[in-house]
C-alpha cells in the first residue's frame, strides 16, 4: 500500500488549503482514512502525532477538539483519494500533516506534507 499526500504549502493566517492524499496497492474503500500531523519541535523520539481528523469506510467523521468547525475530511472512493479542507488556518496549525490508511491491524502511512500558516 502507497499514500501519496499533496496540497500542502505556504499560506497566510485565516487563509484556506485542501490536502489529498491518493492510495495505490489495495482497495481504497475498505480502509478508514486518517489525518494527523506532527509541529515543529515534536519530532522526538517518542512524540506521538496529533490525530486531526478521520473517516471510516463507512464514512464516520472525527476530529480533534482544536480542529472542530476549520477542518473538513472527506473521500472519493472512485478516486481512491482522501481530503482533508482545511479553513480559517492558524499559526498553529502549523505541520507536517500525515495521511493515514487503516484496516484491522495494517497500519500505513503517507511520507507528509507541510503546512506553514505564517503571514
Known amino acids: 500500500v502507497q499514500l501519496v499526500e499533496s496540497g500542502g504549502g505556504l499560506v497566510q493566517p485565516g487563509g484556506s488549503l485542501r490536502l489529498s492524499c491518493a492510495l495505490s496497492?489495495?482497495?481504497?474503500?475498505?480502509?478508514?482514512m486518517g489525518w494527523y500531523r506532527q509541529a515543529p519541535g515534536s519530532q522526538a523520539p517518542g512524540k506521538q502525532r496529533e490525530l486531526v481528523a478521520v473517516i471510516t469506510s463507512g464514512d464516520t467523521m472525527n476530529y480533534a477538539d482544536s480542529v472542530k468547525g476549520r477542518f473538513t475530511i472527506s473521500r472519493d472512493n472512485a478516486k481512491n483519494t482522501a481530503y482533508l479542507q482545511m479553513g480559517s488556518l492558524k499559526s498553529e496549525d502549523t505541520a507536517v500533516y500525515y495521511c493515514s490508511a487503516e484496516l484491522g491491524y495494517s497500519h500505513y502511512w503517507g511520507q507528509g506534507t507541510q503546512v506553514t500558516v505564517s503571514s
Open positions: 496497492g489495495s482497495i481504497f474503500s475498505m480502509y478508514d
